[in-house]
């Protein structure tokens, strides 16, 4: 189940870095934004924050975000950051 645009956020817990929302119709095109945050909305359902491409004075939903060129969100995505790489 997708909760609707704009649904209240209950609890946040910082993101791992190496998170992505990925925001395109193909591979191709993708674009990608940070995931600082996860949510937990009131339904249960958890959600990716990100600082919104559009208005980067707001941290939003990815799932609610769109692309600056306008791509909808696809999915989400991990690559560890390349400092860890050694360590893993």
């Not at 990716?48 to 995505?77: K, N």
């Amino acid at each position: 189940m997708t909760d609707p645009p704009g649904a209240q956020i209950v609890a946040i817990s910082a993101a791992e870095t190496g998170w992505k929302a990925m925001f395109g119709h193909s591979l191709e095109d993708e674009s990608q934004s940070r995931v600082v945050a996860w949510g937990l909305s009131a339904s249960g359902e958890v959600v990716g924050l990100i600082v919104d491409p559009q208005d980067r004075r707001r941290v939003v939903s990815a799932r609610e975000a769109a692309a600056p060129d306008g791509a909808p969100f696809s999915r989400y995505a991990f690559a560890p950051p390349e400092d860890e790489l050694g360590r893993l």
